[in-house]
């Protein structure tokens, strides 16, 4: 099994940026590919962005290419969301995930706990 631990999130103001963090303990040697995924109240958790472990190749959802990056450091086991110009409509539960550098939540087999990102003035 994976364990994963987010950090990073907060109150931020539109046009502000915030690094995420998420990092992995136990079976990491098994990671394939790692995501960021978000869920706003009442929505259903949608993708942000992927990356290939150890490829280190990056996939992003339309609404957040060119804003956010996402980046891996594997000797620490850990990933991150770069995350600049936010808007309003960015505010959710973000959580990190481990899988098959998929898009849709069922191709990843664990998950964090979330943490909160909003964005508003």
């Known amino acids: 099994q994976v364990q994963l631990v987010e950090s990073g999130g907060g109150l931020v103001q539109p046009g502000g940026s915030l690094k995420l963090s998420c990092t992995a303990s136990?079976?990491?040697?098994?990671?394939?590919?790692m995501g960021w995924f978000h869920q706003a109240p009442g929505k259903e958790r949608e993708f942000v962005a992927a990356?290939?472990?150890?490829?280190?190749?990056?996939y992003y959802a339309d609404s957040v290419q060119g804003r956010f990056t996402i980046s891996r450091d594997s000797a620490k086991d850990t990933m991150y969301l770069q995350m600049r110009s936010l808007k309003p409509e960015d505010t959710a539960v973000y959580y990190c995930?481990?899988?098959?550098?998929?898009?849709?939540?069922?191709?990843?087999?664990?998950w964090g706990q979330g943490t909160q990102v909003t964005v508003s003035s």
């Open positions: 995930a481990t899988g098959a550098y998929g898009t849709s939540p069922r191709e990843y087999a664990y």
């Open positions: 136990g079976r990491t040697s098994a990671i394939y590919a």
């Open positions: 990356i290939g472990w150890s490829s280190n190749n990056t």
